[in-house]
Nanobody, 114 residues
Framework: QEHFVESGGGLVHPGESLRLSCATT????????MAWYRQAPGKQRELVAA???????KYGDFVKGRFTISRDYSKNSLYLQMNRLAPEDTAVYYC????????WGQGTQVTVSS
């Protein structure tokens, strides 16, 4: 059984938006800082955004104000609102704790193409 279940990806045109969701267990969600990561073909997995228990949020430099990370404790869910998507955002997106404590789920594919 996967620890994280990501959803919400798809094929969009440049400039469009997507909202990704990640569900996990209540114990994980309540105890840890959470994050979104992505991995494009032939590239290493990289941090997209993190929501930290003590210090708020942080984003990868490439985000440039386009994405917003949020969490809903009532649903044990993490979200990533992605606006003004560009082709270079094409990747598989994963969630995990910020410290990458657990094995990776299947992720959700985001493809941005005209």
């Amino acid at each position: 059984q996967e620890h994280f279940v990501e959803s919400g990806g798809g094929l969009v045109h440049p400039g469009e938006s997507l909202r990704l969701s990640c569900a996990t267990t209540a114990s994980t969600f309540s105890q840890y800082s959470m994050a979104w990561y992505r991995q494009a073909p032939g590239k290493q997995r990289e941090l997209v955004a993190a929501i930290l228990s003590a210090t708020g949020t942080k984003y990868g430099d490439f985000v440039k104000g386009r994405f917003t990370i949020s969490r809903d404790y009532s649903k044990n869910s993490l979200y990533l609102q992605m606006n003004r998507l560009a082709p270079e955002d094409t990747a598989v997106y994963y969630c995990n704790t910020h410290s990458q404590m657990y094995s990776w789920g299947q992720g959700t594919q985001v493809t941005v193409s005209s």
